[in-house]
């Protein structure tokens, strides 16, 4: 009785040992991670505590952490100070993402449906050309397309960002839901063709709703390169079509860098994508996740 008492501590002592261990490398892991995605989140913290300086504070070198917090810069940003007001960038740059995410979708669909459900002939052929297209640098087919929208009259067309933005993005959707729709099984695409179903039913009622993760995650990052694209909305537009992401470089003038007042338009312009992503995070992780899982 003894014995098994006096041993009891030894046993127990061994057994937590490995577990300390792990729960030691599991915490400093922790940590790591904690000071690794705090550092990613600085600058854009800088840039938000920034906007609500002013322009003389924002300039001084070091910066100052302690300086008094305004409003100037959002206030400018909008207009208030007898400047250019920014919605017509806002929508604009609002309608080229959202009508160009949604031919992207439309078309990416039915070529994923055909690239990894009913597989044509030579379809590895077909995805590689694809990814070719985004090999070519985006400055080679600037001037192509600059002549083509001044002999077409399309310069400063939103419809030619719509365009522009769905060729550009169509790539990628179809790599992207192309893995998606690997996972969709034959079955139950065999079973509605038995019942009746044509092409598009099955595309709307049957592969969508599985494949609803995938799609999500791919329009949102189609949105996320239509918002953020600058160099062809900045040499293919002027006063009608102008893009948010062009109207941020009006802040960068001869006069010098307004750096608090585009600090608060990059805030504003940063925010229709941070709300967009947080709406559809769990599609998003969820869709993310199974391509990475494949």
């Given at each position: 009785?003894?014995?098994s008492t006096a041993t009891s501590p030894s046993v127990t002592s061994s057994a937590t040992g490995p577990e300390r261990k792990a729960r030691r490398r599991s915490a400093a892991l922790g940590v790591v991670a904690w000071a690794v995605g705090i550092g990613f989140c600085l600058p854009a913290l800088w840039m938000v505590l920034t906007s609500f300086h002013a322009e003389a504070d924002a300039a001084t070198n070091p910066p100052s952490l302690a300086a008094a917090l305004t409003l100037d810069g959002y206030r400018t940003f909008f207009g208030g100070g007898g400047g250019p007001t920014p919605w017509p960038p806002l929508v604009n740059s609002l309608a080229a993402s959202f009508f160009s995410t949604v031919l992207v979708l439309l078309l990416a669909l039915p070529a994923a449906y055909a690239l990894s459900i009913r597989r044509v002939r030579k379809w590895t052929d077909v995805m590689f050309f694809f990814l070719s297209t985004k090999m070519l640098p985006v400055v080679a087919g600037l001037l192509p397309?600059?002549?083509?929208?001044?002999n077409t009259g399309l310069l400063d067309n939103i419809w030619l960002l719509v365009l522009l933005y769905t060729s550009m993005n169509l790539p990628i959707?179809?790599?992207?839901m192309q893995s998606f729709l690997a996972d969709v099984p034959v079955s139950i695409i065999e079973a509605a063709q038995v019942d009746g179903a044509r092409l598009p039913t099955v595309l709307r009622r049957v592969v969508a709703p599985v494949a609803g993760p995938g799609?999500?995650?791919?329009a949102l990052i189609c949105f996320i390169f239509s918002w953020n694209e600058l160099l062809f909305a900045r040499v293919l537009t002027g006063v009608v079509a102008g893009t948010a992401p062009v109207h941020l470089t009006t802040f960068v003038t001869s006069q010098g860098l307004f750096l608090a007042q585009l600090c608060a338009a990059s805030v504003v312009v940063?925010?229709?994508?941070?709300?967009?992503?947080?709406a559809a995070q769990d599609k998003l992780v969820q869709g993310l996740s199974l391509g990475a899982v494949k």
């Open positions: 009785m003894s014995a397309v600059y002549l083509f929208a001044k959707a179809v790599w992207m799609i999500a995650a791919t940063s925010l229709p994508v941070l709300v967009a992503g947080y």
